[in-house]
């Protein structure tokens, strides 16, 4: 099981239009095959962080998720919604 958390920082006024990217790649992602879960949440302690909680079966289902269109499509969005480059880190859980 693979587990990948990572956050992001809305450029400054951009924050609602990040969130409505990712509610739309929640719809999408959360039925990808080996999808355990799969959400983005606010950070509490600064309204601009948005942190996401990803679980996956294991590295192939999120290589697949990886290349799959509503992945690239977010990707691209949010390119254009974050201040600097999102952070990622991925933890490999043993079953």
């Known amino acids: 099981m693979l587990i990948a958390i990572g956050s992001a920082r809305a450029l400054p006024g951009r924050r609602d239009d990040l969130i409505a990217a990712a509610t739309e790649i929640v719809a999408g992602t959360r039925g990808d095959d080996g999808c355990e879960s799969y959400g983005f949440y606010a950070d509490i302690n600064d309204e601009g962080t948005i942190v996401s909680l990803e679980i996956w ?4 289902a999120l290589d697949a998720h990886m290349t799959h269109s509503h992945t690239q499509t977010f990707l691209t969005a949010a390119a254009g919604l974050v201040d600097g480059i999102p ?8 079953q």
């Open 87 to 94: 952070v990622v880190a991925i933890h490999h859980v043993p």
């Open 57 to 60: 079966r294991d590295q192939a």
